[in-house]
């Protein structure tokens, strides 16, 4: 089997620190790359790990609070205006609205970036700097797919397939799901934002990885609404464990536990409950997937 990989863009919150912000993260195949959530400053970070925006094929919303999309325009316009019209055509897929955010975004009509498509597809400027790096005339504006999903889909690809199901979070201001990616035999759980929930432990059986919510060490979000819609590191093992899964990726941590004395309390405490591996994720870092 040959090397898989986790880059991990962003495994933070919306407050930003000098460690974390936001969510993003990139399986990388042999020939491609598979992205899920898009948040601050994922581009950026993209190029900090000689990552092409180019070579993302299908990017995946788990939902769209602002800490999981706000670099969608960046990452869209990025990889359209440094194409050259010979990559693979863009999938982007998410609950509602992904479609119409992308609309209100790029479309020609009164989308909020219609002004630039505009002017690099027909300026003089733009038209030559995209032939010099090797792009032929006329200069095509974004041809996207791009589909609002829904819990029980599965989407399949030549050597690859992503399944999807509901995650418990904001609903119903905002719809969420968890994936399921599969390929080669290896697979790999995106929880997004949940609570604990029969729907992403069943999503989640037997995985390889379970890429966690964990946003705190238990006791500092008991009672509050986070421990009610979020995950804190007890949720994170117990999950882990009912699901069976073997390697546990805890993601989306808050300050109160990325600090390294809080984190080591946490593995103390998720190994009392999972017996497999648990594993701090650092953002603009790249983590082997091997199957177990
Ligand atoms: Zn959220």
């Known amino acids: 089997m ?7 863009l962003g495994s933070g919150t919306p407050q930003p620190n000098k460690e974390r912000w936001g969510s993003g993260f990139i399986v990388e195949l042999d020939d491609e790359l598979i992205m899920f959530d898009c948040g601050p400053a994922s581009t950026y970070k993209m190029i900090q790990m000689d990552l092409d925006p180019r070579n993302v094929n299908s990017l995946f919303f788990t939902h769209h609070h602002s800490d999981h999309d706000l670099d969608y325009p960046t990452f869209l316009l990025t990889r359209w205006e440094t194409s050259i019209g010979k990559e693979k055509k863009l999938e982007i897929f998410g609950p509602p609205p992904t ?9 020609l009509d009164d989308g909020a970036f219609a002004h630039d498509l505009i002017a690099r597809t027909n300026h003089s400027l733009s038209l030559n700097s995209f032939q010099r790096r090797g792009g032929k005339l006329p200069r095509k504006l974004p041809d996207f797919l791009v589909k609002d999903i829904y819990p029980d889909e599965k989407i399949e690809r030549r050597n690859w397939s992503v399944k999807t199901t509901l995650a418990e979070h904001v609903q ?13 035999g290896l697979s790999i759980v995106f929880t997004g934002d949940t609570r604990p929930c029969e729907t992403v432990k069943d999503l989640a059986y037997g995985a390889d990885y379970l890429v966690c919510l964990c946003i705190a060490l238990q006791e500092q979000i008991d009672g509050t609404p986070e421990a009610e819609y979020m995950m804190g590191h007890v949720d994170a093992g117990t999950l882990a464990r009912d699901a069976k899964v073997s390697n546990l990726i805890l993601v989306h941590e808050a300050l109160g536990i990325s600090s390294e004395n809080n984190f080591k309390h946490a593995v103390q405490e998720i190994k009392k409950i999972f017996k497999g591996s648990v594993i701090q994720s650092f953002e603009m870092t790249t983590y082997d997937l091997t199957e177990n």
């Open 99 to 107: 479609v119409s955010l992308t609309e209100k975004l790029i479309g």
């Open 172 to 184: 119903p201001y905002l719809d969420s799901l968890a994936y399921r990616l599969e390929v080669d």
């Open 2 to 8: 040959s090397n898989k990989k986790l880059h991990v």
